[in-house]
């Protein structure tokens, strides 16, 4: 296999590791001969995420980003010295785990060595008094969600890619899982951090219920992307497994009646695990089966945790939703969504049909979240070439909310299908925007979201670059994202 006969999408400088020869015996060195490969078909494994318009490129034989050496250390210690090494050689480093993340984040866009993560697996320490477990960051989410439950325990964090994702990956990108409402998001549930710096350093920021050290500067390696340092050991909080669940379903005749039910529960503090709006396209998608749900907005929840509570949370539940007009439709629409819940082959089969698909989430306020959805589906809506443009509202706060808008359309001829992608994704992010919210909530930035940092963040988001520099003054660690817009670079954006 040549790699070179593939068409590249980030072209990359192949001359970047001046003695490649030099650079992988140096890497044998540190991590083994075994842990060390060059071989086309690893490397193949490695140029791309689950970036969906990669999916697209994979089926037109093309390449998202070409890295030149992939290797998987075992210890802290070998990291260290891999970033030591590439820091002196200038060559770039890029944190891999799971390959789950959906914007780009984990692509070699500049070549350089692979970190995969996979051997940092294990889980350290369980502690029943201070409720935390401590684990590498490599661990897989379904190995450690499985090892907490068979102990009685959950660490409430259920992404949809659990079975595809890793605890590093989490805290990578700042995720969000479907249990968010109660257990909240990642950078909730970390409670202390072991990081390897991009000149080589390791650091620690100890597990601690709260403290008043300083400012909370751990957070800045939440939602780093690999970009200021390698996760390798993380703590987390943990609960006991919920001793009952209770699934409980309302139609409401409008989407604004919904948000209100739902915006009237948490302020009443009442945080049912789970919460989920589906728009009136999406219910009939996902719940076209219920009579009920015909053309109205479903909304699914989950109460779990000690009985007596769940059964006030119920209580307090059906009557806020009764009292905005919800019909209640039972257990089943639960039982379907539980069911499901991790079931994505609609998704992934829309590149096979030669369309261009993807989910974008983004954060908002509740006071115009309304507002922002109608405006975002009509801005949408007028783009050449979109099939489809739908939402559900699936992260909860007293404050506002997660919204996931869903989109699908056929380029049209004068585009390609990354210019189409491209189109939608302004479209989006530039509404959201527009009124007041913010552009992702819990994929991160990556190469999709990067052309929107400084809009996002204003003059800070220069002295983020500035600590950047700080850290990583050869910027080797996973160039050409967040700070950067490969985009642009190629010419299109
Ligand atoms: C079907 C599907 C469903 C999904 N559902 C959800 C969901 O419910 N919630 C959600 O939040 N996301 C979801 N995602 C997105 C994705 O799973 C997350 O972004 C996840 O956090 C990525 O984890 P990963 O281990 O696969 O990381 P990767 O994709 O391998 O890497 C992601 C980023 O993290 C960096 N990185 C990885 N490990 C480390 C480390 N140890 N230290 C520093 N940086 C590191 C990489 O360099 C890269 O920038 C979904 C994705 C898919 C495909």
Sequence with gaps: MKLDEFELIYKNDRNIIKNKAKSESKLEEIIGKQNVSTEPIDILAYTKDSTLIAFNW??????????????????????????????????????????????????????????????????????????????????????LERFLNDKGYTSGHIPQSLYTSSLGGWIAHRAAGQFSTKYGKIEDIVMGMEIVLPQGDIINF????????????????????????????????????????????????????????????????????????????????????????????MVVFICEGIGRLVDLEEQITKETCEKNNGIECGEEP?????????KVTDTSSTPTFQMVFDTIEIGFLWDKAADMYHSVIEATKKVKGIVMITAHVSHFYPNGVGFYFTFAGVPPKELTDLEFYQEVWDTVIKTVEDCGGSFGHHHGVGINRSKWMSVEWGKSFDTLKSI????????????????????????EN
């Design 334 to 342: 639960v039982e379907h969504w539980f069911e499901t819940r991790f």
């Design 58 to 143: 994979t089926l037109q034989g093309k390449i998202a980003g070409l890295p030149d050496i992939i290797t998987w250390p075992e210890t802290v210690e070998q990291i260290s010295e891999i970033l030591k090494y590439a820091n002196k050689e200038k060559i770039p480093v890029i944190p891999y785990a799971e390959g789950s993340g959906v914007v780009g984040g984990a692509i070699a866009i500049r070549g350089g060595i692979i970190i995969d993560m996979k051997k940092f697996n294990k889980i350290l320490d369980i502690n029943d008094n201070d409720l935390t477990v401590t684990a590498q960051t490599g661990i897989n989410g379904m190995n």
């Design 468 to 491: 950047k520099k700080l850290l990583d003054p050869n910027n080797i660690l996973n160039p050409g994202k967040i700070y950067e817009n490969p985009w642009k670079e190629r010419g």
């Design 206 to 297: 100890k597990p601690i219920a709260r403290a008043s050290t300083g400012p909370q500067f751990d957070k800045l390696f939440i939602g780093g992307e690999g970009t200021l340092g390698i996760v390798t050991k993380a703590t987390l909080k943990i609960w006991p497994y919920p001793e009952k669940r209770t699934l409980i379903s309302y139609a409401f005749p409008t989407f604004e009646d919904s948000l209100e039910a739902t915006r009237q529960i948490l302020r009443q503090q009442i945080f049912p695990a789970v919460i989920r709006i589906y728009d009136a396209d999406e219910t009939f998608r996902h719940f076209g089966h219920i009579e009920k749900a015909k053309d109205k907005v």
